[in-house]
């Protein structure tokens, strides 16, 4: 499965499982590394699922919806 194909709660179940790894603190240098950029990768991705969901209920509560990351 892609990785932006993931559901927002795959994202956190394998965002909290990098930070399980990391935790442990007996990865080598560069294992750590990369798990710290799986970590950061699955944090955008519960990002955008987050600001999407948001701009769907202001849609639907007829609202405008500004994505400030995107702006500014």
């Known amino acids: 499965m892609e990785e932006k194909e993931l559901t927002y709660e795959?994202?956190?179940e394998r965002l909290e499982q990098a930070?399980?790894?990391?935790?442990?603190?007996d990865l080598p240098l560069e294992e750590s590394l990369n798990?710290?950029?799986e970590?950061?990768?699955y944090?955008?991705?519960c990002q955008?699922?987050?600001n999407g969901a948001e701009g769907k209920l202001k849609l639907l509560?007829?609202?405008k919806f500004v994505d400030w990351q995107e702006n500014g």
């Open 43 to 45: 944090i955008k991705i």
């Open 61 to 63: 509560r007829g609202e």
């Open 39 to 41: 970590g950061l990768n």
């Open 35 to 37: 798990c710290f950029q």
């Open 48 to 50: 955008e699922k987050l």
């Open 10 to 12: 795959q994202a956190m």
């Open 19 to 25: 930070l399980y790894r990391l935790d442990a603190g």
